[in-house]
């Protein structure tokens, strides 16, 4: 007999892929982009000679941070780029 797969919930996979996975993954795009981490700020300073130096600070957290958004941000678009353009 040929049954058709179904989800933990009792549901079958077609509707999981057409109905709620969609969903899902636009609320996702929408929180990171919302709530997207900064990348690395670089401050300019003037030094003792009056030239314009670069003054980098180093937040390690908030880079990895930044990094992991991004990629995910990049395989979310890989997926389904159509949805990310209406989310932007």
Known sequence: ?????TSGLGMSNSFMHSQ???EIMFELRESLINTMAKPKDVLVDIDENGE???V???D???IHIYE???ETLV????????AMDKCI
């Not at 007999?1 to 797969?5: A, I, L, V």
């Not at 395989?75 to 159509?82: A, K, P, S, V």
Request: glycine share 0%; aromatic share 4%; proline share 7%.
């Open 75 to 82: 395989c979310l678009t890989n997926i389904d780029n159509q």
């Open 68 to 70: 992991l958004m991004r």
């Open 1 to 5: 007999m040929n049954m058709p797969q």
């Open 60 to 62: 390690v957290e908030n």
């Open 56 to 58: 980098n600070d180093v």
């Open 20 to 22: 709620v996975y969609p």
């Open 52 to 54: 314009a130096v670069e």
